[in-house]
């Protein structure tokens, strides 16, 4: 099947009508409501882009299975210039469409489990990985959007899974049969699983001998039998669905990432959809292909999404008549600075990226790591200067419904002029579409998107050999430590 049209993509997700919640309501169309409506024009945008020529060689790969032209977001890399294409991918989506693509997570577990199961059958003489195969062909040859789903509720953080007050706080498989196995349990955080055809599951942490019961792997269609999607909700969700029209908001057509409450009410997965189960001593290693993919392409997300934020504040400084103003710059190029710097260290990732044994590419440990630290404490200090040169209005702005009123419109048209020339209509937009960033959603998820800086520090610390830069230090100062 070729690459699929966005009309396609519509038609199938309807179709397929998964049990979404949204403010306690139960979604009748998901194609109709105006929570969904973004994330769903969202994924589209990446089946758009596919199709459009100028960015074939970024959101198009070929297949190491079948030898056609798939979605990047379904293909495997199989050397460093597809990491490096990775990286691409998602700064092109995230410029094109200024929020999340809801794609990345599925992407990255894909990738993840390719050579995970691989290994997991050279080692144990499971059949894990010629499943995956056909299911990842089955993805590929159906032009398929897959989420993602790692982060469990987690209880009480402190007790590992089997000692929590309810075990269900980590999917787990509650039941084998001859035909597939039963899950229970949630998955918190997941972006956009309900505008996706599939959503993948992998353990959400490195487990242990006793906790096989959580050591699983799957893949189940968005509107699988017990499967409910309860979506986020802050106070520009209700902002949305209050809106007389899309355009009263920042991002009128995409929106902010969309999160999901993924519940497994004992969901059924055949065993050609279960890629593992109970093996306890491959989680480390499936935890940290995941999260080095993913963190790589999450540094990639906010490169693009840098994009929208340093535009907007330069539109609005130029607005304001002070776009050549000295300190105005200065904040400018410091924005400019994080957005470069944390793209070398994506990139970086991906160009020290190395091999698995079945000829999969993953990004460099160490530096996808840095590239996500980067990324989370640079966004913040972009955000920042953006509120410094933008000032107040960004927060303070009335409603851009006050612009069809003809009681107060003249004020607004008089009172937020800006420098000669510039619409005050212009000016609103351009405010409303940054407090969409300094004062949405999206900030916090900028900064735990891909896992939370300290997450990343922990990984660091663990992939470090201290001792040998100890070594190194101690010869340099001419310490010789007895017995030597």
């Known amino acids: 099947m070729p690459l699929k049209t966005v009309d396609e993509y519509l038609k199938s997700i309807s179709e397929l009508n998964p049990t979404v919640y949204v403010a306690g309501e139960r ?16 994924v589209a945008k990446t089946y758009q882009l596919a199709q459009n020529p100028k960015y074939s060689e970024v959101m198009t790969a070929k297949s190491h299975i079948t030898g056609e032209r798939v979605n990047r977001f379904n293909h495997i890399p199989r050397s460093i210039e597809d990491l490096e294409k990775r990286m691409e991918l998602a700064i092109l989506t995230s410029q094109k469409i200024g929020s999340c693509s809801y794609r990345c997570p599925g992407c990255d577990a894909l990738s993840a489990l390719e050579s995970v199961t691989y290994e997991m059958d050279k080692k144990l003489g499971t059949n894990y990985h010629a499943r995956f195969i056909n299911y990842l062909k089955y993805v590929q040859e159906n032009d398929l959007a897959c989420s993602g789903a790692l982060t469990d509720p987690k209880g009480n953080r402190r007790l590992r899974p089997k000692e929590q007050e309810d075990p269900d706080l980590y999917v787990r498989v509650v039941e084998k049969g001859d035909d597939g196995i039963v899950v229970r349990g949630a998955k ?18 490195t487990l242990r001998e006793g906790e096989e019961e959580y050591a699983v792997a799957f893949a189940v269609p968005s509107n699988a039998k017990g499967l409910v999607h309860i979506m986020q909700e802050t106070p520009e969700d209700a902002e949305r669905r209050a809106a007389e029209t899309p355009e009263d908001l920042g991002i009128p057509k995409y929106g902010v990432r969309e999160t999901f409450i993924m519940v497994f009410d004992d969901v059924f ?7 593992m189960c109970g093996e306890v001593a491959f989680t480390r290693e499936l935890v940290l292909r995941f999260a080095s993919n ?12 840098a994009e929208s934020v340093i535009g907007a504040t330069y539109a609005i400084a130029e607005y304001n008549g002070l776009a050549g103003a000295p300190n105005i710059r200065v904040e400018l190029a410091d924005m400019i600075r994080v957005q470069e710097t944390v793209r070398a260290c994506g990139l970086a990732a991906a160009l020290k990226g ?14 996808a790591n840095v590239a996500k630290l980067a990324s989370a404490y640079g966004f913040m200090e972009m955000l920042k200067d953006a509120i410094d040169i933008s ?71 663990a992939l470090t050999d201290l001792e040998s830069k100890k070594r190194q230090a101690m010869e340099l100062a001419g310490i010789v430590e007895e017995g030597e």
């Not at 194609?31 to 769903?40: A, G, K, R, S, W």
């Not at 997965?269 to 890629?275: A, G, H, I, K, L």
Request: charged share 15%; with cysteine.
């Open 27 to 42: 979604v009748k169309n998901i194609l109709e409501h105006p929570n969904l409506t973004p994330v769903i024009n969202s």
């Open 188 to 205: 918190v955080n997941q972006s956009g699983s309900a505008a996706a055809h599939e959503n993948i599951v992998v353990p959400g942490l």
């Open 269 to 275: 997965v055949p065993w050609d959809r279960v890629f």
């Open 294 to 305: 993913h963190r790589m392409s999450s540094a990639g997300c906010k490169v693009g999404f």
């Open 354 to 367: 190395w091999r698995a044994e079945s000829g999969t590419y993953y990004p460099n440990h160490v530096l």
């Open 391 to 461: 000032g107040g209005l960004t927060v303070t702005l009335p409603s851009l419904k006050n612009l069809r009123n003809p009681e107060v419109a003249g004020y607004l048209r008089k009172y937020l002029k800006g420098a000669a020339g510039v619409p005050p209509e212009h000016r609103i937009r351009m405010f409303k579409f940054l407090q969409t960033w300094v004062a949405g959603p999206h900030a916090p998820g900028a900064w735990h998107g891909g896992g939370s800086p300290m997450a990343q520090l922990i990984t660091l610390y």
